[in-house]
Nanobody
Framework: VQLQASGGGLVQPGGSLRLSCAAS????????IGWFRQPPEREREGVSC???????FSAGSVKGRFTISRDNAKNTVYLQMNNLKPEDTAVYYC?????????????????WGQGTQVTVSS
């Protein structure tokens, strides 16, 4: 069971990136998937999540700018990030076995993928 996040990089403010979270060893179809991020010297925070039936949640700081989606045929979840700001700079992680509904929380057996660095700077 493995999650692989990719798509990070250096982008200027106002730019866009699309992060991918690919699963191997299991099928994402039946799971809620979440994106979290950890900015430098700050605690990890929930960004966005999507349930198995396609319901989504996004944190207020990214609502209207970030969009989460899933492609079950590719066993992959995406995070489209538009109008990026310097405060979006962080290591982004995808995870399953999370609590996704009216919020996004880590569960008792959350499975983490490795992170991908996103740096927003001019």
């Amino acid at each position: 069971v493995q999650l692989q996040a990719s798509g990070g990089g250096l982008v200027q403010p106002g730019g866009s990136l699309r992060l991918s979270c690919a699963a191997s060893g299991f099928t994402l179809d039946y799971y809620s998937i979440g994106w979290f991020r950890q900015p430098p010297e700050r605690e990890r925070e929930g960004v966005s999540c999507i349930t198995s039936n396609g319901s989504t949640f996004s944190a207020g700081s990214v609502k209207g700018r970030f969009t989460i989606s899933r492609d079950n045929a590719k066993n992959t979840v995406y995070l489209q990030m538009n109008n990026l700001k310097p405060e979006d700079t962080a290591v982004y992680y995808c995870a399953t076995d999370i609590l996704c509904g009216f919020g996004l929380k880590v569960g008792p057996s959350t499975n983490w993928g490795q992170g991908t660095q996103v740096t927003v700077s001019s």
